[in-house]
Each structure stands twice: as C-alpha cells, then as structure tokens.
C-alpha cells in the first residue's frame, strides 16, 4: 500500500509525456524525486500505452538530442535504433518499476540509461561511417584514376587497361601547331575500367583551352561525388545507374567550367583572358557498363569508325553535332532566342554562293567556353572600349530591354549535346578539333584511320597511329593550299612543316592552316580491310607527295570554303587585332589604368543586394527626378567608390556603359544592370 501511494504520488500528470520527464531528468543530472512511471498517456489519442512503446519514443528522443549535430553535419537522416539496442532500451524500461525510491538507485538508472543512449549514439555513426564508405568504394569504381595525361605528355602505355581488357583498348594521341604557341589542348584520363578523352580548340588566345585542360575533368568528377550513390554496387543495375550519373556530370560539367572560367577571368582581371575561348569535345568511355558517352561545345567533332559483322564493312558514325553559325539547326536557334536583333547572324561571306554565317560579326561558332564579351554584359562593355563602333557587340548581353523588359540572352551557349553509344567490338573514335575537319570530312578521317591501321597495327614495332594521322591531314592541306594559292602551287609536306609557326608573314602556318590535335581510340584488335577508293585512297597509297590528279569540283568547293575559313578567320580574329592593335595599348600605363578602372567600376557593388542598390541610387540622385546625370555618376566613382583619380575618359566610358540607352541619363534599371544585378 505503501510502495502504490508513493509511485501515485511521484507519478507526473496524465498529461506529462515521458520526453518532458526525460529533459527534466537530463537537467537535473539524475538528482530528482520524481519517480518514474510503468505506463505513460499517449498525446495523440489518451489511450494507454505500454512502456516498450513508450520508452522508444522518450528513448530515442534523447538519442536524437544528442547525436542530432552529427547526424545533420553528416548529410544523413537520424536511422531507427538497431533491433539489439531496442532490445537492451525495453529491458530499461521494464526494470524500472522495480527501482527502489533511493537516489543511489535513481542515479545508477540515469546512467544506466545514458549508457545505452551512448552505445545508440555510437552504432548509428558506425552506421554512417559503412554507408559512407560503401558510397566512397562505390564512388571510386567510377573516380578511381590512374593517370592523367595532357596535351604533350606521350602514352607510356598504348594499351592502358592491358590485354585482358574487353574489349582490348589502345590509345593513340598527338598535336601539331601552327599558331604561336598552339591553342589546342588536350586531356586523357584513365581509370581501371574506364577512359576520358577531350579535345579543347582554343581561339583568341591559350587561356580557355588551358583552363579546360585542367577543369573540366575535375568537374566531371565533383558532379559524380555529388550524385546520389547505386544502392547495390556490386550489381548490373548498379553499374548502369553510374554510367547515368557519369552522362549527367558530364553535360554539367561543361555549364560549370565556363562558370569557373569567367571567376577565373575575374581574378586574372585581363582582358585577354576576358576574350578567350575554345570549343570542347570530350568522351566517356566506360568499359564496365559498354558505353561510351559524348559531350561538346562548338566545331571540334567526335566520330566512330566501326567494322559491321562478318563481313569487315566499315560504316562512320556521327558522335556529335557541329555548333556552327553555318548549322541550320543552330541558326534556327539563335535566331528563336534574338528575335528582334537582326544582325545576330551576319553572312560575312565574299560570295553568295558561299556563305560565311558568324554570330555578331564575330564567332564561327555557336556555343563554347569562354568569350565572356558575347555572354557577359560587363565583359561585352569591356570589349566595346577596344573596338570601333562598327564591331561593337549591340545590345550587349544580359542587359533588359525597356520596350520589352526582357533580359538579352548570352549570344554563344554554355549547353552541350550529348550522344551515347554501344562500345563496339572492333573499331575506333577519333576525337579532333576543326584543324582536322578543315581538311577531311568524317567519312575520309574514318577511312585513314582504318588504312592506317591496315598498314600498320599487325607489325611488330608499335607505330603512333595519331602521329601519323596527323602527317596525312597535312599532306591533304598541302594538297588544298596548292590549288587554292597561286603563289603557293608548288608547296610540299616538307616545305609547311619548315614553315615558322604563327601569323607574322602571310606564308607562315597559322595562316595556311590551324592547329591540329587528335586523339584515336582504338577497340579490340584490328582486322584488315579493303574497301578504299578516290583521291584519299590516292593519296594514302603515295607517303611522299599529295596526287598529281587534280580535284573534282566537290573537293574544290570544300578547298575553297576552308581558304575562305582561314582568311575570315584571321580577319575576325580577337587575337590578330590583339596583336596589331591591342599590343601597343597594353604597353601604354595610361591604358592599363583605364582597364583595370572600369573593371573595378563594375565589380564594385557585386554583393550589394538589389535594395540596397536603389537606396544608393535614391542617395545620389539629389534633384530628385529618378534619374542619374554625368555629375551624379561623377560623386558615386569619386565620393562612393573613393576612386577621385578616374580620368575624365574613364569617366565617360563608364557613364555610356550605364546609360544603355542613350538617353543621356542613367535611370534604376540602368544603374542595378550595369552593376550585375
């Protein structure tokens, strides 16, 4: 009768739920005279409930309390305690109405509960401490790379994955100049069952193609660590899952390189960097789930050449899409996404049976990495102070329209295409940028590479298959130079390579031809085949010279529209007029200062929110008629910006750059713009 008054008088109300009695418990460290009750009300619906049920709820709340840091930090959910620790929790529970009314007693069952509280807390991280590992091996039967190769690093191995690989993989890359220094770069990276493989032209320079080379892959790798992981790594559907997360990282990858490269321009704050560029093209090979995925961005082209069957037929297949301003799909494109800009794709041809389609006077190509100045406003306001007026880019990316209120998209795409495929049994990939394209068309480089193959993969000395690729790509710019330049008609293999690289003089080969970069991959072992014919066969047969034979119409059309290329491209060229031009500037102090003013000007209120922007602007505009004149701008850089050195010509460069318009007056949507908001 006793024991039954005490535990009635020390039980809490009906309405205390065992989570209060625990905090209580947990604050006052165990030195309380409450006493436990047996059985607890449940909240929800004032039915009785029984300890095991009750004690897991009160119990594991604590766990929670006390692990819910770690578990958070962690990325994880909070797991059901393990069957065994529930076990030990219910058996808690069922001796505590036993426990004696002693704060001996109280305090040994206090810790005795923050014991198993404990042991809870330390299973569920040895819990997430498996599932993390699990994920990292998961992780690494993707990411596990062996080597990494760069543009003028050789193949230490041509057959990386050995002879047991399925199928038998062999590797061949190589590169050729023709600009000072060349503005390809490369890059091949090679795991235990996989293999990338990308090809970066780059123009207006060597920074974004250099940027790439180091990058793109280490994006590719953070978007697959960020993926969610298989849940059963060591099954078929597991393999298939990472392949996705491979295809998925690697269209992301492209989108997030050229994000880095414009934080790169930033802290690099040149111009040059600004205006660089380069079209990218890359390759997953993933030998576990027999596929191989392509990425790309611009000219540079990925082909297949694979053996059909029994009977050794050659087919080539297409493993990406030209991104040119010549593509019809492209300018159907372009011109959906400019509808009111007529001069978004100009024909900059000679003749009007040949066009020569660029994006604002500008790119041959449609999409790439880099040429911030025709998909950043700040860097196109940038650009705009080195040219003439007439090779302005107008209205400059990103700006909002007043008569619309739309906001003018970036000119040149960051989305790549994708395009995935079968790894056949026997046949090739060739990855290359447009040096080799100006030469050959994809069923031509199929058929070289196969001749090559025929001649020599079955001899015992290893040959380099991208070497000597290359050498029959020059023999057909030879070719192509001599019937299209007068002066040049007696030109031979040997006479271009001695040639000075660059475009100092007008024989000089950048201005013949550009720089050539391949990569060959190569599946299973390679059977003769026999289907050649025409001038490449030709040509193929003679190692010395090009054909005496002279071309046919076709051949000559496409000669022709590739000596077009070359010329408008050295017109076009941000580096050319950089060189002429742009060179004698940037010796100039004066004009150093000037660039690094305006740059400072529109990065200096980057992390100022929008509301704060328009108190600014209210601040400044003190005759009140929501508009900013010359003056008013003349305080924010002197006053605000603390820049009282500008000179007056930095001063009106800065106000015609705010004042989109033209109006003579800069109004909010102006000054938030040209600001980054």
């Not at 003028?152 to 590797?171: A, M, R």
């Not at 389609?357 to 790439?368: D, G, H, L, P």
């Not at 100039?588 to 003013?597: F, M, S």
């Not at 209210?618 to 010359?630: E, S």
Request: some cysteine; glycine content about 6%; hydrophobic content about 35%.
């Amino acid at each position: 009768m006793a024991d039954n008054s005490r535990n009635s008088n020390n039980n809490p109300p009906s309405g205390t739920s065992r989570t209060q009695k625990a905090a209580a418990l947990m604050a006052s460290g165990g030195a309380t005279t409450n006493k436990r009750s047996s059985t607890t009300r449940s909240s929800s619906n004032g039915k009785l409930g029984s300890r095991r049920s009750s004690h897991k709820s009160s119990s594991l709340l604590l766990s929670s309390n006390n692990s819910s840091n770690n578990s958070s930090s962690s990325g994880y959910r909070k797991k059901k305690s393990p069957a065994p620790i529930r076990a030990l929790q219910e058996a808690v529970e069922d001796m505590e109405p036993f426990l004696a009314r002693h704060p001996d007693a109280e305090r040994a069952w206090h810790h005795l509960n923050q014991a198993v509280m404990r042991m809870d807390k330390y299973v569920q991280q040895l819990q997430q401490q498996i599932q993390q590992q699990q994920q990292q091996q998961q992780q690494q039967q993707t990411l596990k790379v062996v080597r990494t190769l760069y543009t003028d690093d050789p193949v230490p191995d041509p057959e990386p994955f050995g002879e047991s690989s399925d199928p038998l993989v062999t590797l061949y890359k190589g590169t050729y100049e023709a600009n000072a220094p060349s503005e390809d770069r490369s890059t091949v990276v090679i795991g235990d069952t996989w293999l990338f493989a990308g090809v970066w032209d780059g123009h207006g320079g060597t920074h974004a193609a250099e940027f790439c080379q180091k990058t793109l892959f280490e994006n590719v790798l953070e978007g697959i660590r960020q993926a969610q992981p298989p849940s059963t790594p060591s099954s078929n559907g597991a393999a298939a899952t990472a392949h996705k997360q491979v295809t998925a990282a690697l269209a992301a990858a492209f989108t997030q390189t050229d994000r880095d490269y414009f934080q790169y321009a930033r802290e690099i704050n040149h111009p040059a960097v600004f205006f660089a560029g380069t079209c990218a093209i890359a390759c997953h090979v993933d030998l576990s789930a027999k596929q191989l995925v392509c990425a790309n961005l611009g000219d540079s082209r990925a082909v297949m050449g694979q053996y059909d069957g029994n009977n050794n037929k050659l087919k080539t297949i297409a493993l990406s899409v030209d991104h040119s301003a010549d593509n019809l799909m492209e300018q159907t494109r372009i011109r959906a996404e400019h509808p009111d800009d007529d001069d978004v794709l100009v024909d900059m041809g000679d003749h009007a049976d040949d066009p020569d389609w660029r994006v604002k006077r500008i790119a041959a190509f449609t999409r790439s990495i880099g040429d911030l100045h025709l998909k950043e406003k700040n860097t196109s306001a940038l650009f705009n102070s080195y040219v003439p007026p007439e090779q302005r880019i107008l209205p400059r990316p990103g700006l909002k329209s007043k008569k619309t209120g739309i906001t003018k998209p970036k000119y040149i795409s960051t989305e790549p295409e994708l395009q995935t495929v079968a790894i056949p049994e026997r046949g090739f990939v060739i990855i290359a940028c447009d040096g080799v394209w100006d030469e050959m068309t994809s069923e031509e480089a199929v058929q070289c590479v196969a001749w090559l193959l025929d001649k020599y993969s079955n001899q015992d000395q290893y040959h380099d298959i991208a070497a000597l690729f290359i050498e029959q790509v020059l023999k057909r710019a030879v070719r192509r130079i001599a019937e299209t330049y007068e002066e040049e008609e007696h030109l031979t293999l040997a006479e271009l390579k001695a040639r000075p690289c660059g475009k100092a003089h007008e024989s000089h080969r950048a201005l013949l031809h550009d720089d050539i970069t391949v990569v060959i991959i190569q599946f299973g072992e390679h059977k003769p085949v026999k289907q050649y014919g025409g001038s490449l066969f030709n040509m193929l047969q003679n190692d010395a010279q090009p054909p005496s034979a002279h071309p046919n119409d076709e051949e000559r059309s496409k000669m022709s529209r590739t000596k077009n290329k070359r010329e408008m491209a050295v017109r076009t060229s941000i580096m050319d007029f950089w060189t002429d031009q742009i060179d004698q500037l940037q010796a100039d102090a004066e004009r150093q200062a000037v660039d690094r003013q305006i740059l400072q000007m529109m990065n200096a209120f980057e992390d100022m929110s929008a509301q704060a922007l328009k108190t600014l602007f209210v601040a400044l505009d003190i005759d009140g008629n929501g508009t900013l004149d010359r003056e008013e701008i003349a305080r924010l850089i002197d006053q605000v910006m603390g820049m009282g050195h500008v000179s007056p010509e930095v001063l009106d460069l800065a106000f015609s750059e705010m004042d989109a318009d033209g109006s003579g007056d800069v109004d909010f949507d102006e000054f938030i713009q040209f600001f980054g908001h």
